[in-house]
């Protein structure tokens, strides 16, 4: 691939993984993004061809880039809870119940929250998520189904007890 044509692949998809990137983590995320550009860059030889295929791809290779960014963030600071990253960042103003899901988000385990997001909020079909999770469309489903119960129930939980 050219370079020019891997510059109108970043112009095109750039937007979609800085959204990713930074409802996932609220700190560093534009050093995330590049990374994750530095690694398809090298490996532009493996992208898939079509548009939607390129995304996974791109996503996949941003939830390795995230991952290792908590990884060293915790090894750098001793927080216990800075593996939370959905923490909204300083600018970003949102409403109440919006920060009761936030809030709720970050307490789901990993294995639900990741799955809620893909197909929630980034727009994923459940089989291209499970795809990127490498789990079944079945397992998918399931995972999807009891992070939207949790989710459920723990905003009615929290909302009834604001009111009280």
């Not at 993984?17 to 994750?36: G, L, Q």
């Not at 997001?117 to 397992?139: F, H, P």
């Amino acid at each position: 691939m050219e370079k020019s044509l891997f510059d109108v692949f970043f112009q095109s998809t750039y937007e979609r993984i800085f959204k990713y990137v930074t409802r996932r983590i609220s700190w560093d995320a534009e050093d995330v993004v590049n990374d994750i550009y530095v690694i398809a860059w090298k490996r532009k030889t493996s992208m898939p061809t079509t548009p939607e295929e390129q995304m996974l791809w791109l996503y996949a290779i941003g939830r390795r880039v995230i991952a290792n960014k908590i990884r060293w963030k915790s090894r750098l600071n001793s927080f216990n809870r800075l593996n939370k990253p959905l923490l909204r960042t300083s600018g970003e103003s949102t409403e109440d119940s919006n920060s009761l899901i936030m809030e709720i988000l970050v307490d789901l385990p990993a294995n639900l929250r990741e799955p809620l997001l893909l197909v929630e909020w980034e727009g994923l079909s459940v089989r291209d998520a499970a795809t990127l999770l490498k789990i079944t469309e079945s397992a998918m489903t399931k995972r999807l189904h009891t992070a939207r119960q949790l989710l459920a129930r723990k905003y009615s939980d929290l909302s009834h007890s604001e009111l009280a």
